[in-house]
């Protein structure tokens, strides 16, 4: 089976292409007029039932729109497109497919990021297409199997900001779910309904010109009594190549679409031998095929064969792909076909839906593995595909989205039941940074472990499982009470254990040494699981070397760390998680060294992407670093909406450490603070400097931002207490055990010193700082604190 988890749920070619017509189609040239003249209004509406020939006159205005040099990418829509992100996932490849050189990173932030990620998407995508300048027309046939207001409000925002350049042709059954009244005011609206669609007498002539002795006024006759609709003349066209009683077949046409439809499929199928149609109802359940699938499911040699003989008659089956061919019934026949299997013979279409499943998880489809085996009514079987197929390890490959997307297809009951199901759902929703949903999920492995009569062993091992996850969700938490108990079981067996779990459990261990001052253990631990190091993990054990490396000012060290790290990150891409997280940690070194220009970009590039996961250190640098930059660079506004930006996933998520820093940058720039915390600020504290660095450094942030708000006052008492409490500040850091904080803290008593107007007490600190910042090689901390 190829590997499910290094991409999205596969889908055929066949979603990004048009179908290929075998036989001789009937030019419209009325139609084709119309689109002519549209242009390149926003917004071209095909919409009727199914059978009046929708996507046949697209794709001939494809044709001619690229002949004359338009991009036309395709995408034909199934239920999967309800998720809003496999939808937009769906949309970047077709558009890929014909212009390669737009969104090539956007598919991997929309994995990383989910939905969080999806307005983020929808204008890069729209920038990117309006940066290149060549037209792109994209083609979204059966729309109206998207419901969901997810999806639906996608792309409508996509027609409402996009440029001429983006185009869209929208088939559908109708015209809901599209903005249409904004679009027809601006007259940027093209809309060609079933009316527009029917076949005149002309065209059915030309459709049915090789039925011999087909009289003009039969035509006449068959043009009326089905209303011009084209699926209707078409299966009477084959009907009539059967018998060619045009007179019987008239008398026995009366009534709506529906029951004329279902008078002419049965009279097409009654035609056919009786091979050919059992293999018609066996290959008709699934939305495409292929030859080797067409074979599996209705048991016979060369189905390949066949469904290209089906082709050649006309029979509803249009080509898809050519390499290898996939092929698709349309829908109105399809439709027929299953309601008459379930009508006649329920208890096989289970089994084609099972053996449809099999084949498709065999071939690396998990989404539609997951969907037959629902349709079979194997509920059990459909989870057990997604818990063979996906391990708490496979979330490291960045692919979670797409996971959860596939188990929100499952019974609710049956996956709470599922220790391991659950793990993983726990391990994608620590990526996707939702504590609730990390919350829950490990309940749910507690209890379904409880439940279980899985071996004593075997449920030891879950339950270790779950105490990794649960510490990594605390780190990224920002909490570090309490982890070393959570991995202390890995940490004495990492040879019988997967992979993943040392590599967490190192991250985990760093972080819990850096941030009880213990920088030295931080680097044991990752040299520890230096055995385990593979791929995106290499990368974030990197990252904490450097932070732990920072903090001791150790810069040669942190720089080479955090550019390793960004190496490994960027060769997964530019705009992965991992890339992010390290580019955000380089640029603030770099901007604390003197490297501006490269700093800025890389702070740019990290926090252009919105609201993300990940550790409070890359926060603090993708939030309050880049700020301050951006406040260098004279746009204060723009550091001002970081620094909200910033405070406000401090405050959803509940990061003390982060809403800190940022107050403290809000402080440092001089921006306004609200009063009661500028007052809170400024109230007299003492910092406890324990074993809880996190605390510690939350609490050192206050400090500081209240000595530089007293520092600013107008009165020489305020003044005087902000040289005190920066003194105080500055005896309670060990300088052995926490060289930079130390030096912050030095640097903020000079700074505090100068501003009191004491330039002799300021003096042999002013001193001390410069030697320092020169010796480490970080002169912009002085520039910083205007010292430099």
Not at 525 to 530: G, T, V
Request: glycine share 6%; charged share 25%; with cysteine.
């Amino acid at each position: 089976m190829g590997d499910l988890h290094s991409r999205p749920p596969p889908a055929p070619a066949t979603k990004f292409r048009p179908p290929v017509a075998v036989l001789s189609l009937v030019t419209r040239h009325k139609l084709m007029a119309v689109l002519c003249a549209a242009g390149r209004r926003r917004l071209i509406l095909i919409y009727a039932p199914s059978g009046f020939g929708k996507t046949t006159l697209v794709e001939q205005w494809r044709a001619e729109l690229s002949s004359s040099g338009v991009a036309v990418a395709w995408l034909t829509v199934d239920d999967d497109d309800n998720n809003v992100v496999w939808f937009l996932a769906h949309v970047l490849e077709a558009i890929r497919r014909v212009h390669p050189a737009v969104a090539a990173s956007l598919g991997q932030v929309l994995e990383e990021r989910g939905e969080e990620a999806v307005r983020y998407v929808l204008t890069s995508l729209i920038d990117e297409i309006d940066e290149i300048g060549t037209p792109v027309t994209l083609v979204i046939d059966d729309w109206q199997r998207v419901s969901h207001s997810r999806t639906t409000e996608a792309l409508r925002y996509l027609i409402d900001h996009g440029s001429h350049h983006l185009q869209f042709i929208v088939n559908s059954w109708s015209r809901a779910r599209l903005p249409l009244s904004k679009l027809r005011l601006r007259d940027e609206l093209v809309e060609i309904d079933c009316d527009n669609l029917r076949f005149d007498a002309d065209e059915a002539q030309a459709l049915l010109k090789d039925i011999a002795g087909l009289a003009d006024s039969d035509v006449a006759a068959l043009t009326a009594s089905t209303d011009g609709w084209v699926a209707a003349l078409q299966l009477a066209r084959l009907s009539l190549r059967g018998d060619g009683d045009a007179s019987g077949l008239l008398r026995r046409m009366s009534g709506d679409n529906e029951v004329v439809g279902e008078l002419l499929a049965e009279n097409v199928l009654n035609t056919l031998e009786p091979e050919l149609l059992d293999f018609l109802w066996a290959t008709s359940i699934t939305e495409r095929t292929c030859g080797e699938l067409a074979s599996v499911l209705a048991g016979v040699d060369g189905g390949r064969d066949v469904l290209e003989d089906v082709e050649r008659r006309g029979l509803f089956l249009r080509r898809t792909d050519d390499d290898p061919p996939w092929f698709r019934y349309h829908q109105m026949f399809a439709g027929f076909l299953r309601r008459r299997l379930e009508r006649d013979s329920p208890d096989r279409l289970k089994r084609l839906h099972r053996t449809a499943s099999d084949w498709f998880a065999e071939h690396g489809y998990l989404s539609y593995a997951v969907d037959h085996a629902l349709a079979a009514g194997e509920a059990t079987r459909a989870v057990d595909l997604v818990e063979r197929d996906r391990t708490i390890g496979s979330v490291n490959r960045s692919r979670m989205t797409t996971y959860l997307g596939i188990i929100d297809k499952l019974p609710t009951q049956l996956v709470n039941s599922r220790p391991r199901l659950n793990l993983s759902i726990a391990a994608a929703n620590i990526l996707l940074q939702r504590p609730a949903a990390i919350e829950a999920a490990l309940d749910r492995v507690a209890g379904a472990i409880s439940k279980s009569d899985l071996p004593a062993e075997k449920r030891a091992d879950l339950t270790l499982e779950a105490d990794v996850l649960r510490a990594v969700a605390q780190m990224n938490a920002d909490r570090v009470e309490g982890l070393a108990h959570l991995v202390a079981r890995v940490i004495s067996r990492p040879k019988t254990l997967r992979p993943v779990l040392p590599q967490a459990t190192a991250t985990v261990a760093a972080f819990a040494g850096i941030y009880r001052f213990d920088f030295e253990a931080a680097h044991r631990a990752l040299e520890w699981a230096a055995p385990y190091d593979e791929g995106a993990a290499a990368g974030y054990h990197s990252c904490w070397e450097g932070i732990a490396a920072r903090h001791q000012l150790d810069i040669p060290r942190a720089l080479r760390s955090f550019r390793k790290a960004f190496e490994i990150g960027a060769a997964v891409g530019r705009e992965s998680q991992a890339a992010r997280h390290a580019g955000a940690l380089l640029g603030e070194l770099l901007y604390e060294m003197g490297g501006f220009a490269e700093a800025a970009d890389l702070l740019e590039e990290s926090y252009r992407l919105g609201p993300e996961a990940g550790a409070v250190d890359y926060l603090v640098a993708q939030y309050a670093v880049s700020a301050r930059i951006k406040a260098a660079q004279g746009d204060r506004d723009a550091a001002g909406s970081r620094l909200d930006a910033g405070m406000t996933v401090a405050q959803r998520l509940g990061l003390p450490r982060l809403a800190a820093a940022i107050n403290h940058e809000r402080v440092r720039l001089q921006l306004p603070i609200a009063p009661p915390e500028a007052a809170r600020l400024q109230a007299v504290r003492r910092v406890f400097h324990g074993s809880n660095g996190i605390a510690t450094i939350a609490a050192e942030l206050d400090e500081a931002s209240g000595i530089r708000l007293l520092s600013r006052s107008r009165t020489r008492d305020d003044r005087d207490r902000a040289c005190r409490r920066a003194g105080a500040l500055l005896a309670g850091i060990d300088p052995t055990a926490r060289p930079l904080a130390a030096l912050h803290a030095r640097l903020l008593l000079a700074e505090t010193l100068t501003a009191a107007g004491l330039a002799k007490d300021a003096g042999d600190h002013i001193a001390a700082v410069r030697a320092l910042c020169t010796q480490y090689g970080l002169p912009q901390l002085l520039v910083d604190a205007g010292l430099g």
